[in-house]
C-alpha cells in the first residue's frame, strides 16, 4: 500500500514539473515574438522620420519653428524707470540705425528680443518734425488736465480752503510706441506643415509692409504710413502689433476714432499686450473718458514690465475722479519705484489734503524740499496747512518765505495778493 501510495505522489510530482515547464517555453516564445515586432516598428518609424535627400527640396518647412528654452525672451521683472527723463510729457519713439536683413527679422520673430537703441527719439520730437513747430515742453496735453503748476483746485477735506498744484508733472504721458514687430509667442506663431509655404508668403510680405509703414510713419509721411499699415492689416489680420503701430499713426494724425479702434483689436488679439491697453487707456483720459480710463490703465499696470506712466496716467484718472483715496495709493505705488522723486512728494502732501490729514500733508510737503524740489508753490502750500492747523507762526514762516521766491511771477499776482493778506490777518491775531 505504500508503495502505491509513493507511485502515486511521483506521478502527480512529473505532471507538475510538466505543466511548469510548459508554461515558462510559453511565456519565452511570446516575450521574442513581441521583442521581434518592437524592432520591426523601430526599423520603420527611423525609415520615416529620416526623408531620402531626393525628398529634402521638396518638403514643407514651418514659417516659424520652435526655439530651444535658452532662446525664448526672458518675461521682464518689474523695474524702477530707466529713461534718462524721470517724467518725460511724452512717450519715446523707438527706432533703429539701419533696416535689419531678412534673417534677422525671423530671428526676431521668433522670439529673441531685440536690443533696447542706444538713442531714442520722443514721440514729442516726431511730432515737432511732423508737424513742423515747435511744441512747449510743460504744455496742457488733456482737457481733463486742465490744472497745471499754478492752477487751484478746491479742497474737499475742508470745503473752504484751495490749494495750488505744484508741478507739471501732471500731464498725461502720451500714448506708447512700438517701432519693432510685437512677440506674441511661439504657440501663436507655429502654424500647420502642410500649409507652410502659402502663409510663409504671406507672412513675409506682411513683415515688409509693417516695416515699410513704421518707417514712412518716423519720416513724419503719415498718410503713407497708414495706407501701408492698412496694406499690412490685411495681409495679416491676426497680428497684434500692427493694429498697435497703426493705432500710433491715427494718434499722430490725431484721428483717435480710429485709434481707439486700432488699439482694441490688439487687446482682442492679444489681451495680453500691457502697451496696448496703456495707449488705450490714455487716449480715454485725454478724452474725458474717465471710467473707461480707469479701467484700461489698472490692466496696463498688472501687463507692464514698468508701469511708471501707467501709474501716473491712473493716479491723474483717479484725481480727475476725485478718488483721493485710490489717487493716494497709486502715488504710494510710484514712490516705492522712485522714493527720491521730489514731485511725487508734492503731489502726495495734496491727496492727504484732500483727505483732510494735513500732519502727513506737511510731513510730504518737508520731504519734496528735502529731495529738492524746485516748485516754490509748496511754501504756499505749507503756509495754508499751517494755518488751517493752527500753527501760525510756522504759516508765517512759510508765506514769508513764497514771497521772498515767487519772482514776481505775473501768473502769480492773485496768489500774492491773497498771502500779504493772509500775512495781515496773521499779523492781528498774533497782537
Request: charged share 25%.
Amino acid at each position: 500500500m505504500l508503495t502505491l501510495m509513493f507511485i502515486f505522489c511521483m506521478i502527480y510530482v512529473l505532471l507538475g514539473l510538466i505543466m511548469m515547464v510548459s508554461i515558462e517555453v510559453l511565456l519565452i516564445r511570446k516575450g521574442m515574438k513581441a521583442a521581434a515586432k518592437s524592432s520591426v516598428s523601430q526599423r520603420g518609424a527611423a525609415a520615416t522620420a529620416t526623408p531620402s535627400p531626393q525628398s529634402q527640396p521638396n518638403r514643407k518647412t514651418s514659417r516659424v519653428t520652435a526655439e530651444p528654452p535658452s532662446a525664448q525672451p526672458e518675461k521682464p521683472q518689474l523695474t524702477a524707470l530707466t529713461p534718462p527723463e524721470r517724467y518725460p510729457n511724452v512717450v519715446e519713439f523707438p527706432g533703429r540705425a539701419k533696416e535689419k536683413a531678412t534673417a534677422d527679422l525671423y530671428q526676431e520673430i521668433r522670439g529673441k528680443a531685440p536690443a533696447q537703441p542706444a538713442q531714442e527719439k520722443s514721440m514729442l520730437e516726431i511730432i515737432q518734425e511732423i508737424r513742423g513747430k515747435n511744441i512747449a515742453e510743460g504744455i496742457d496735453i488733456a482737457s481733463v488736465n486742465s490744472d497745471n503748476s499754478n492752477d487751484a483746485e478746491s479742497d474737499d477735506a475742508s470745503q473752504y480752503e484751495t490749494f495750488a498744484e505744484l508741478e507739471q508733472e501732471g500731464d498725461i504721458q502720451e500714448p506708447q510706441a512700438e517701432m519693432t514687430p510685437h512677440d506674441l509667442g511661439e504657440e501663436d506663431a507655429i502654424i500647420e506643415q502642410e500649409h507652410a509655404r502659402e502663409e510663409e508668403q504671406e507672412s513675409v510680405s506682411a513683415e515688409e509692409l509693417l516695416r515699410a509703414g513704421i518707417r514712412y510713419v518716423k519720416q513724419g509721411r503719415l498718410e503713407e504710413g497708414i495706407a501701408t499699415l492698412e496694406q499690412a492689416v490685411d495681409a495679416a489680420p491676426n497680428r497684434a502689433e500692427t493694429y498697435f503701430n497703426l493705432g500710433i499713426a491715427y494718434t499722430l494724425q490725431e484721428r483717435i476714432p480710429q485709434a481707439t479702434d486700432a488699439y482694441q483689436r490688439a487687446i482682442e488679439l492679444d489681451p495680453n499686450y500691457g502697451k496696448a491697453f496703456f495707449n488705450l487707456g490714455t487716449l480715454y483720459l485725454k478724452q474725458g473718458k474717465i471710467d473707461l480710463a480707469i479701467a484700461k490703465l489698472e490692466q496696463a499696470v498688472e501687463l507692464l514690465s514698468d508701469p511708471m506712466k501707467a501709474l501716473w496716467n491712473l493716479y491723474e484718472a483717479y484725481r480727475s475722479k476725485e478718488l483721493f483715496s485710490k489717487a493716494l495709493f497709486t502715488l504710494k505705488q510710484l514712490i516705492e519705484i522712485e522714493p527720491n522723486d521730489a514731485s511725487l512728494h508734492n503731489h502726495l502732501g495734496i491727496c492727504y489734503v484732500k483727505l483732510g490729514d494735513y500732519t502727513k500733508a506737511i510731513s510730504s510737503w518737508k520731504q519734496a524740499i528735502a529731495l529738492g524740489a524746485a516748485s516754490q508753490l509748496i511754501y504756499y502750500n505749507l503756509g495754508k496747512t499751517y494755518e488751517l492747523c493752527g500753527q501760525f507762526p510756522a504759516a508765517t514762516e512759510q508765506y514769508h518765505i513764497f514771497l521772498e521766491r515767487q519772482g514776481n511771477e505775473p501768473e502769480w499776482e492773485e496768489l500774492v495778493d491773497e498771502v500779504q493778506e493772509r500775512l495781515k490777518n496773521l499779523g492781528a491775531h498774533s497782537l
